[in-house]
Nanobody, 125 residues
Framework: QVHLVESGGGLVQAGGSLRLSCAASGRTFSSYTMGWFRQAPGKEREFVAGISRSGEGTLYASSVKGRFTISRDNAKNTVYLQMNSLKPEDTAVYYC??????????????????WGQGTQVTVSS
């Protein structure tokens, strides 16, 4: 069992930055791929970014590439999402998720085994 807890969400003006954190406990953190997803009101949950077990591989949705950076610190059992140049359309609940299967970074939410409770990000125009 893995327990994931997100933090760092909040209200920010367009053009601003936020850094999300996701702390993991329960199993060896370095044994799973991590992903960030988001869900806006009335929309389906969508992939934002993913990072490989070692942290050497990353993948981004086209909508955030160049603005968001995913990273991880396996010694601290934490994955981060640095979000810069935020736009109102980035407003959503952001979730971190863990995938235990040894495969390339998955972009579909059903491929992930454990989820955090989510943190709200609101970008005002």
């Amino acid at each position: 069992q893995v327990h994931l807890v997100e933090s760092g969400g909040g209200l920010v003006q367009a053009g601003g930055s936020l850094r999300l954190s996701c702390a993991a406990s329960g199993r060896t953190f370095s044994s799973y791929t991590m992903g960030w997803f988001r869900q806006a009101p009335g929309k389906e949950r969508e992939f934002v970014a993913g990072i490989s077990r070692s942290g050497e591989g990353t993948l981004y949705a086209s909508s955030v590439k160049g603005r968001f950076t995913i990273s991880r610190d396996n010694a601290k059992n934490t994955v981060y999402l640095q979000m810069n140049s935020l736009k109102p359309e980035d407003t959503a609940v952001y979730y971190c998720a863990a995938d235990f299967l040894p495969r390339t970074i998955a972009t579909m939410d059903f491929d992930y085994d454990y989820w955090g409770q989510g943190t709200q990000v609101t970008v005002s125009s």
